[in-house]
């Protein structure tokens, strides 16, 4: 009962923040998670095409779409790692703020990407050799375990869903911390102690809705049944919402396990303007005399 009592803390304390300061979430929102929506959603649709065209027979074996795919795949590397590490740090400096009380401003939060994207970047990097690793290991044990698949898949998930919960800890650390790279993903291990199940929870619960999202967009947007705008658009808007909800969740979790682990003192109701907590070392990264001689 404990764990459900702090799900739905979790969970709602994230909508209230959301919706206390709707301006900069917006604005937030439209400058970053949009796009980066649009980019995953389409990213999909358009290999299709590409990779259509490769395994036509008309095509010889020099084919320029193989260019293509690569550049295509290149650029959305490139830009869905830039429009993430963006939307991520603007987010949870805008989160951090907001409990600090120090009134979070959009030109603020955004320009706090300048600030840590070395560090950011750096845990990324660390987060995908990882996982790397992790699927490795396990595809090179599955052969053994084939009569026991469902064993074998159960104990894969666990460690999927650990390492993403780190992922998203070690992220989150990487911005208001001085840590980044492996020193951010052993700060995550740590926080994560004595919250692995409400963690993992909360972030199963949001990767299924993106999973229903993308599922409804392939069936009636990228195969084409139905009224394939209108569903495409109202995708788009559910995506874009679950991304902004995600990323403000990872930062209430971070700041949850600070909690439980007693290096805040309080975290504060999210729409009550006079409230303080202490974070420990965090200063806001941009400060408004900054901006304003910008």
């Known amino acids: 009962m404990e764990h459900l ?11 209230t923040i959301i919706f206390s300061w709707k301006k900069l979430f ?17 990213h999909a649709h358009i290999s299709k095409l590409l990779f259509s065209n490769i395994q036509n027979p008309s095509f010889n074996n020099i084919n320029p779409n193989k260019w293509r795919v690569f550049l295509f795949n290149a650029a959305y590397i490139v830009l869905f790692l ?10 949870v400096e805008a989160v ?31 987060s995908l050799l990882l996982l790397v690793s992790y699927n490795a290991a396990a595809f090179a044990l599955i052969s053994p375990w084939i009569p026991y698949s469902l064993i074998f898949f159960s104990a894969y998930a666990v460690g999927f869903v650990y390492i993403s919960v780190v992922w998203h800890l070690a ?26 199940v409400i963690s993992g929870v909360v972030f199963f619960l949001l990767n299924l809705c993106f999973v229903c999202v993308e599922v409804v967009f392939e069936r009636y947007v ?16 559910v995506f874009c919402g679950i991304t902004l909800l995600g990323l403000v969740t990872q930062t209430v979790v971070y ?7 007693g290096e805040i003192i309080i975290i504060p109701i999210a729409n009550s303007k006079d409230a303080r907590v202490d974070l420990g070392d965090y200063a806001p990264l941009i400060r408004s005399n900054e901006v304003d001689r910008c």
């Open 82 to 91: 830039a429009l993430s590490l963006v939307s991520t740090t603007a987010v």
């Open 96 to 126: 951090a703020r907001v409990y600090t009380s120090s009134e979070p401003r959009f030109t603020e939060v955004m320009r706090v990407a300048l600030k840590v994207w070395k560090r950011v970047t750096a845990t990324l990097l660390w």
């Open 171 to 196: 992220s989150v650390v990487s911005v208001l911390e001085d840590l980044g790279g492996a020193d951010a993903m052993i700060k995550g291990m740590g926080l994560v102690k004595g919250r692995m």
């Open 222 to 237: 990228v195969v084409g049944i139905g009224r394939r705008i209108g569903c495409g658009i109202v995708c788009l808007l």
């Open 255 to 261: 700041f949850e396990c600070k909690l439980y682990h």
């Open 26 to 42: 917006t604005q937030i929102t439209f400058a970053t998670i949009l796009p980066l929506s649009l980019l995953s959603l389409l």
């Open 5 to 15: 009592n702090n799900i739905y803390f979790i969970l709602i304390e994230s909508v």
